[in-house]
């Protein structure tokens, strides 16, 4: 009993003195803040203690400890940090494409927490990105959520209690349309949309059977019977979990008439697509996916990069929205995640957004597709205090940020940047001059297998390097 | 003295097997063969260091070791009046002796593998179904080694008497064996075996062509399988043999029979790694699954160092540190990470000693074993106490693999692998001048330098074993090949298109060819006057290597000649791509 209460008090003040080490405060004072969530307080004042959003309001409203470090922001605009719910930066692979169900494989597994991107995002104020698998094949991987804590190890990035997604892919891509198979091979199945929606159909049906399979393993142990474990497949096991709803569909798409099979697919399974991602029909079936409860995420005004992304215009997300189907601004671009607020931006021209619902589409609204809305995607009390301090109105092409902070940690600061780069240069010139006054020895590599290159996602859909019909819409 | 120039020297080096030893060629097993290696400082690794020590070896073993040891009298004198004794060198992971596994041989496929030009092979390779290879635990290397007279004359020029080797190819790469690198057929030669089941995470596979797991995540994804699978197998026997009577016999898998050593922890896993989160992904998977495991590779475990050592990992360092590419025009193209990785690679076994990481050296990718030691002493110089990179090639390897009582240190009853050298091991300028494997004497002769043309050598008749005995001679053709090379290949099946990014030093010829499939380091290069001759080895999208050779001369910036691949020959040109 002692021990126990000596236990207990040592819990105690080592709690304490943990609490007491992270309990620092600072004040972001007098910026306009646009909070995605309550409107925008000109001459506001932004509390973070522990890393969470301790108070937002007025400048005088909102007090600090003596010791808080204070931020002057007069002059500057604050919002959330972005959050892009389709990306494939910082991922040392992007598809498995081999097989037409891959859902057994976990992008949370070669997250590349190096990769120089992380920085140029953070540059441009995104925080949070959902990092999917990549679209060659009907039921991708398994995506993971990082938040770009650039430094930090892996583990310390992934965002601990998000929820499992897992990709699914429609159309030209999983159907190898326009990627022909290498010379002699054959080809993968399935080659058309019927095979597609085959290939879903089927992994549902195993799916099911192996949660059966496992149910009745339960019971049976339940009736103190001692059977063999049924055989742990990681892809039926994914399967299954996305029919106990335990992983969130988020599904490549263009077509509506493919968006709507996949809904009514899934309904016949008892479940729902979580998340449309790219969507660019999405406005032809707006009701259909407001009744059937799916958000979507697209590109704004990004199409004519292949057949099946012609039929596009820039007002989709104005009129998904109208239809209240909670919409995103997704980048699935390692440039465009760099000035992911002027996509945003654009939503206003197109169909009359407010400055409220434009911001809301990279910051509230991918936060709540990602089941993360509690803690990210506003500038509310009690939410991590990931934001940007931006020079200007975010909406400007003329602004830009000049700070990000994530959990109120500062991982861009553009005046410490300017002041590193000589330091840097200076390095790099160092180095270059220390290798060539000492030659290395020659030293020819043998037997390390070569890596066929992997074809990265913009380059199976076309997004950017695509073929002749490839027009990106400004 | 510069280091570059020594290398071209190693690729000349001659090694004959000492002339008393070629006298007795074709008698039975020398059962009661003894030597006695008097005179020489001894180093025993374990022990103190003895001056004028006396080694007796007899049948293969060390019989006895000290300061004043009775010679017998039939055993034949080794003077080392002058030089240290070793113990004989470890490389702690290799593919030494690992026979080219037949490219034809591919499971379920119909009908007889096509024959004729090489592109066809490959591309034939590429249309085949799925196959397993790279993908079967129960590979084992032992099968595989092919040794003959003199498959390690490098090895042993440059000290080594002992390694690990493996296949290098695919996820699961085979399980390992410890040789001794003799001269005997393949199995004679097995210390240890299984000694490790060797696991890649690379993602050699490629998308769309080796079927899968095509990516690094598939790659996880497909070893986790495999150990649930595993452990699955292991249940369902046991269940079985526990009570046979009323069950259905569980089916005999040759794979998951495999892994049941592995899972069991009775054989360490070997998990190729070499960025810092290649390792992290490693050591995470060997945990998840409680395996035994060794790193190998962890070029960058200077950045992870005190984490490896709070997991209580165990290392096979490389000692192939990245290069600057060959052909680089502008020093600044390269980012100051790679810079800096560079130069931090040598740092890393200081920064394992320093953390308490217990590891042992592995040549890695070096082509040329006597580089080993030449790195091995940029490590030294970068922070690892001399002692500690001598155990990191001799007792350390010993104790990872289990090998403790039997190899590692000049110690009586242990095996007679030695290496006597002209003075300190890291030293530039010291020599290997014999080495014993399994008791037997292997003399190594000075290195004939290469023949300048048109001139006499320079530095002729200095020779060495290893690098740091002469600057290579000034050829002619200095410079003729470096450079960046576009090649077109007449094969039957039209034109095709690779570049070459050649280096030269000297004679020697070092880099690679790029071919669609991949690039194909070369192994083996050199230019006599405009006479070039390559041999390379491709390692196709399914995880087959194949060898191959360029023989062609050069004229200013054109080259042409003949090249083979699997015994056939195709017509190529090319030309030289201009510096901009």
């Known amino acids: 009993m002692k021990r126990t209460i000596l236990f207990f008090l040592l819990t105690l003040a080592f709690g304490a003195t943990a609490l007491a080490q992270s309990n620092e405060e600072i004040l972001i004072r007098n910026a306009t803040i646009m909070t995605a969530s309550r409107g925008t307080i000109e001459g506001g004042s932004i509390l973070i203690r522990n890393g969470k959003i301790a108070a937002v309001g007025k400048v005088a409203d909102v007090k600090a400890g003596a010791n808080a470090k204070i931020i002057d922001a007069t002059g500057m605009y604050v919002t959330p940090g972005f959050v892009d719910s389709h990306s494939h930066t910082a991922l040392d692979g992007t598809n498995e494409g081999t097989l037409s169900n891959t859902s057994m494989v976990r992008m949370g597994d070669v997250v590349n927490p190096i990769d120089i991107n992380i920085y140029r995002q953070l540059a441009g104020g995104m925080t949070t990105i959902h990092q999917l698998h990549g679209s060659a094949n009907a039921i991708g991987g398994q995506n993971s959520i990082i938040k770009l804590k650039w430094g930090k190890p892996v583990d310390q990035m992934k965002v601990a209690d998000a929820p499992r997604t897992v990709k699914f892919a429609l159309g030209e891509n999983p159907k190898r349309s326009n990627s022909p198979a290498l010379p002699g091979a054959t080809r993968r199945f399935p080659a058309t949309r019927m095979g597609v929606e085959e290939v879903i159909r089927e992994s549902f049906t195993q799916g099911r059977e192996y949660l059966q399979q496992w149910d009745a393993y339960e019971l049976a142990k339940k009736r103190g019977e001692n059977p063999l474990p049924p055989r742990r497949d990681l892809k039926l096991e994914a399967m299954a979990d996305i029919l106990r709803g335990k992983i969130d569909i988020h599904s490549h798409c263009y077509r509506a008439d493919e968006i709507v099979m996949l809904m009514r697919l899934c309904e016949e399974f008892g479940i729902r697509v979580h998340t449309l991602q790219h969507t660019l029909e999405g406005f032809k079936v707006a009701p259909e996916i407001a009744k059937h409860g799916a958000s979507a995420s697209i590109l704004p005004d990004w199409w004519g990069y292949k057949w099946e992304a012609f039929d596009a215009i820039p007002f989709n997300a104005a009129i998904m929205t109208r239809r209240g189907i909670v919409v995103s601004i997704h980048s699935d671009s390692n440039e465009h995640a760099r000035r992911f607020y002027q996509e945003a931006a654009k939503m206003m021209k197109y169909g009359d957004l407010t400055e409220e619902e434009a911001l809301k589409l990279v910051t509230l609204n991918p936060a709540i597709q990602m089941r993360l809305e509690k803690r990210i995607g506003s500038i509310d009390v009690g939410k991590d205090a990931d934001l940007v301090l931006f020079n200007g109105h975010p909406f400007s092409v003329y602004s830009r940020p000049e700070m990000t902070m994530i959990e109120g940690e500062v991982y861009f600061d553009r005046k410490q940047d300017l002041e590193n780069r000589a330091k840097l240069t200076a390095e790099k010139k160092a180095l270059i001059e220390k290798e060539r006054r000492t030659p290395g020895v020659a030293q020819p590599t043998v037997q390390q297998q070569p890596v066929i290159p992997t074809l990265s996602e913009e380059e199976i859909d076309g997004h950017q390097h695509g073929g002749p019909g490839r027009k990106k819409q400004r | ?580």
């Open chain 2, 1 to 580: 003295m510069k280091r570059t120039s020594l290398l071209a020297f190693t690729c000349a080096m001659a090694l004959t097997v000492a002339a008393l030893i070629a006298a007795r060629t074709g008698s039975a097993q020398s059962q009661g063969e003894a030597y006695a290696i008097r005179g020489g400082t001894v180093v025993t690794v374990t022990g103190a260091v003895i001056q004028k020590g006396t080694i007796v070896v007899r049948n293969g073993l060390i019989q006895a070791v000290g300061a004043d040891v009775p010679i017998p009298g039939d055993a034949r004198i080794v003077d080392a009046t002058g030089m240290t004794v070793y113990p004989g060198l470890i490389d702690s992971h290799t593919a030494y002796g690992v026979r080219q596994e037949a490219p034809a041989g591919g499971g379920g496929r119909g009908g007889g593998a096509p024959t004729g030009d090489p592109i066809q092979m490959i591309m034939a390779q590429m249309a085949a179904p799925q196959t397993s290879a790279g993908l079967r635990p129960e590979v084992t290397v032992v099968d595989q080694l092919q040794v003959a007279e003199t498959t390690f004359d490098q090895q042993r020029a440059a000290g080594f008497t002992t390694a690990l080797t493996a296949p290098r190819t695919g996820v699961f790469q085979g399980q390992s064996a410890v040789i001794n690198l003799g001269t005997d057929a393949g199995e004679k030669l097995v210390l240890k075996a299984p000694a490790t089941l060797n696991i890649s995470l690379g993602s050699g596979r490629g998308f769309g062509g080796g079927g899968y797991p095509g990516s690094a995540m598939g790659v996880l994804a497909f070893l986790r399988q495999s150990f649930l699978d595993a452990q699955h197998y292991r249940e369902q026997w046991n269940r079985y043999n526990q009570n046979p009577r009323g069950l259905q016999r569980p089916q005999v898998n040759k794979s998951l029979a495999a892994l049941q050593p592995v899972i069991n922890g009775q054989v360490p896993v070997i998990i190729n790694a070499s960025s810092q989160r290649e390792i992290e992904r490693a050591v995470n998977l060997a945990e998840e699954f409680k395996l035994k495991y060794l790193v190998s590779g962890a070029t960058q475990s200077y950045m992870n160092a005190d984490w490896l050592k709070s997991k209580g990992a165990t290392v096979l360092l490389s000692l192939s540190f990245p290069q600057k590419p060959a052909g680089l025009d502008d020093p600044e193209s390269e980012s100051l990470r790679t810079l800096r990785e560079r130069a931090d690679a040598p740092k890393a076994a200081a920064a394992l000693q320093k953390a308490g990481v217990r590891f042992a050296f592995t040549s890695g990718t070096l082509a040329r074993p006597a580089d080993f030691l030449v790195n091995a002493a940029r490590a030294i110089e970068a922070g690892l106490p001399k002692d500690e990179a001598l155990k990191a090639m001799t007792i350390y390897p010993a104790q990872i693999f289990g090998l403790s009582e039997q190899l590692g240190s000049i110690e009586k009853g242990k095996i007679a692998n030695l290496v006597i050298a002209s003075g300190d091991l890291f030293a530039r300028d010291t020599k290997i001048k014999h080495v014993f494997v399994d008791g037997k004497p292997f003399e190594i002769k000075a290195a004939e330098a290469p023949q300048r043309p048109g001139g006499p050598m320079a530095g002729g008749g200095r020779g060495g074993g290893r690098p740091g005995g002469t600057t290579p001679p000034e050829s002619a053709g200095a410079g003729l090949a470096a450079g960046s090379w576009t090649l077109t290949v007449a094969s039957p099946r039209g034109e095709m298109k690779m570049t070459a990014n050649l280096q030269q030093n000297g004679e020697a010829i070092t880099g690679e060819l790029n071919l669609q499939f991949g690039a194909a380091p070369i192994t083996k290069g050199s230019i006599k006057g405009n006479e070039i001759e390559l041999e390379y080895t491709l390692t196709t999208p399914n995880g087959q290597t194949m060898n191959g050779t360029l023989k062609g001369k050069i004229d200013g910036a054109s080259i042409s000649g003949q090249m083979g691949m699997m015994g056939r020959n195709s017509d190529f040109t090319g030309s030289k791509t201009p510096k901009e």
